[in-house]
């Protein structure tokens, strides 16, 4: 779907690095080895998302770091639209469909830090987890977003470090 939209596969991971947690920063060297991919590719494609806005730099130390601009006008829909394209969306509505008392849904690894590798690593915390449903879930999960699942099923929480997708509001 976005792929068709945005033709550069560089200017696609950086979208997808920036935009799928805002947390996400890094600099050129570090994105050229994640991205497997030239400098000068990734020099120019940061410098057009960066001009349009999308992107802020700050001069740390002697190194140049990229983030989202949360700031920007579009920044929430951009962010809606990775999120889609991964396919966290689909895959929140497929584990709160029947899951029981789901408490947060919580994703790690790399797609936590915006890495498209391909897995996708899901914590679900909650109590009395339908755990058949979870064996069902991730191949029809995995076949609706092109991505495999992992699923880790916690009672308590002890993820200190993830994207959160879900969490039940409680009432206070």
Known sequence: ML???????TRLKLLVKFFINANNHSHLR????????????IRKELNHLTEAGYLQKEAIKNKISYSANTQHPLFGNLQVIVRKYVGFDTLVDQVLERMGAVERVVVTGDYANGVDSGTISVNIIGRKINKSYIRQLSRKVEGLIERKVNFKIKETEDVSEGLILYERKTNK
């Open 30 to 41: 570090g994105l050229a080895e994640e991205f497997g991919e030239s400098t000068n590719a």
């Open 3 to 9: 792929d068709s939209l945005i033709t550069s596969k």
